[in-house]
Each structure stands twice: as structure tokens, then as C-alpha cells.
């Protein structure tokens, strides 16, 4: 069973803070990994995607990729209230799989 | 911005009833893809279709289910003999073709509820 696991929070935050959202896999075949974000009754809305160990920054979201620790994680810098939502991890190998979520509040 | 969509919105149904749940991708699309998500739970991987036939497809995707490409535009799922548990959102996928490192764009979802 190919697992991706994450934390389910909830996560709380305050406005401005640094959330950090971490994800593991356990298919060391996996070739891409993604966030999503989710708002409640909503479809998932793609953030970011990354390939290569590092990181990679996109605006307030930094993806960071670990192959050998099988770790993927997102930061949100200066988070915001609409940044309130469910972060899914997704995992690609032949075809994309998804952790549970962590659930992030915002607090003004 | 192109969109996935997905119809109807909201499926209520008796239980061993059959449904069709519809979607039309993004139109230069080649590989498309069905997803559940039971209500407080995580999105489910059903079934990936590319060239007109199944290229993966999940434990969960039993005889129960098909997938169809009736013409250019719509995508298909079809669930037979409807249960309690088959209560869920249903998302379609679509993906450009030879961008395999490129998210998946979501159709809105399709709840579908079986009574």
C-alpha cells in the first residue's frame, strides 16, 4: 500500500506567522509531489508542485523536498486568514495519491 | 482560465439504483482521472484513463464502476447497483498530456448521495 501520511492538525497559527506543513511517502518510486489546498465542500486547488530535492519558492509558499527521508513539507510565509483552509499533500507515481490533510486556521 | 466541470452538482439516489456522473475536461487534456472523497475523510484515487482505455485503477474501482469517453468532450463514471457507502464527493481530473510533473486540474465535484 502506497501511503502518504500527514499530520491532521488542526494546525493554529497567528496572522503573519510561518505555518509549516509536513508530509512523508512511503513509495520511494515517486516521481512528483504536490500540495493542494482545500477549502470545506470545495474541490482541491493546486499550490505548487516540486520534483527536485531542495526547495522551491513560489510567492508566500516554499515547497521543500527530501528523497532521502521521503519528506516533502510547505511553508506559508506571512499567513494569512484566507489562507485558512485543508493542505493536502499529493504523491505521483503512477498515478497520484493523496494524504488525509492538515487543517490550518488562521487567526486575525 | 479553462475549467473542469463536472454535472450534476449534487446526485441523490435510491440504493441499487445506477448513476452516471458526468464530466467534460479541459479540451487539449489527454489524461483524466476520477477521485472520491467520503465527507470528512481524504480524496480516494478511482480510476486514470488516457488513449480511451484504463491505464490504473484502485482497489476501490471494482466491477461495480466503468468509465467511459462516449465522444470527444464527456467523461464518464458509472456506478452500478448503488450503496450506502458509495455516499461521497466525486472529483474528475484532467492533465495536459507529456506534463507528467504538473498537478492535476479538479472538477468542482459531484455529491453524491444514496438512500
Known amino acids: 500500500q502506497k501511503e502518504v501520511e500527514q499530520n491532521s492538525g488542526p494546525l493554529s497559527v497567528p496572522e503573519g506567522a510561518i505555518a509549516s506543513l509536513n508530509c512523508t511517502y512511503s513509495?520511494?518510486?515517486?516521481?512528483?509531489f504536490f500540495w493542494y489546498r482545500q477549502y470545506s465542500g470545495k474541490s482541491p486547488e493546486l499550490i505548487m508542485f516540486?520534483?527536485?530535492?531542495g526547495d522551491k519558492e513560489d510567492g508566500r509558499f516554499t515547497a521543500q523536498l527530501n528523497k532521502a527521508s521521503q519528506y516533502v513539507s510547505l511553508l506559508i510565509r506571512d499567513s494569512q486568514p484566507s489562507d485558512s483552509a485543508t493542505y493536502l499533500c499529493?504523491?505521483?507515481?503512477?498515478?497520484?495519491?493523496f494524504g488525509a490533510g492538515t487543517r490550518l486556521t488562521v487567526k486575525p | 482560465e479553462p475549467e473542469v466541470t463536472q454535472t450534476p452538482s449534487h446526485q441523490v439516489t435510491q440504493m441499487g439504483q445506477e448513476v452516471i456522473l458526468r464530466c467534460v475536461p479541459i479540451?487539449?487534456?489527454?489524461?483524466f482521472y476520477w477521485y472520491r472523497q467520503i465527507l470528512g475523510q481524504k480524496v480516494e484515487f478511482l480510476v486514470s484513463?488516457?488513449?480511451?482505455?484504463?491505464?490504473?485503477k484502485s482497489e476501490i474501482f471494482d466491477d461495480q464502476f466503468s468509465v467511459e469517453r462516449p465522444d470527444g468532450s464527456n467523461f464518464t463514471l458509472k456506478i452500478r447497483s448503488t450503496k450506502l457507502e458509495d455516499s461521497a464527493m466525486y472529483f474528475c481530473?484532467?492533465?495536459?498530456?507529456?506534463?507528467?510533473?504538473?498537478?492535476?486540474?479538479f472538477g468542482s465535484g459531484t455529491r453524491l448521495t444514496v438512500v
Open positions: 516540486i520534483y527536485s530535492n
Open positions: 481530473a484532467s492533465q495536459k498530456a507529456g506534463v507528467s510533473n504538473y498537478g492535476y486540474t
Open positions: 484513463f488516457y488513449n480511451n482505455e484504463i491505464s490504473e
Open positions: 513509495d520511494r518510486g515517486s516521481q512528483s
Open positions: 479540451s487539449n487534456h489527454l489524461y
Open positions: 499529493a504523491v505521483r507515481g503512477n498515478d497520484m495519491r
